[in-house]
């Protein structure tokens, strides 16, 4: 049985944009924060670069099936709201005395 190509941070953001999960796996010369998802042992045995993840298909059902219902709900059910008198956090703009 062929191992299942599941790189999560890949997925999420294939769900968000198909054209950002390449970078993601990879990596990119901009992306500082996180090391690219493909560095990691296990996928970079099987998967060694983004193209041989998503090569068989399979990818983009597994993204959409484990991932789909949690990107669904984020984008219908999450709702951000900013209060105009919320307080500075701790130490932020305050007077220190």
Do not use: N
Request: a negative charge; proline letters at 8%; hydrophobic letters at 50%.
């Amino acid at each position: 049985a062929a191992p299942l190509p599941l790189a999560p941070r890949t997925a999420w953001a294939w769900l968000h944009d198909p054209a950002d999960a390449a970078a993601v796996y990879d990596g990119s010369g901009f992306d500082r924060g996180a090391p690219a998802e493909r560095e990691e042992a296990c996928l970079a045995r099987v998967f060694p670069d983004h193209a041989a993840l998503v090569a068989d298909g399979r990818f983009a059902t597994l993204a959409q099936a484990l991932f789909g219902p949690l990107a669904d709900w984020v984008r219908d059910a999450v709702q951000l709201e900013l209060h105009a008198d919320a307080e500075a956090p701790a130490g932020e703009g305050a007077a220190h005395g």
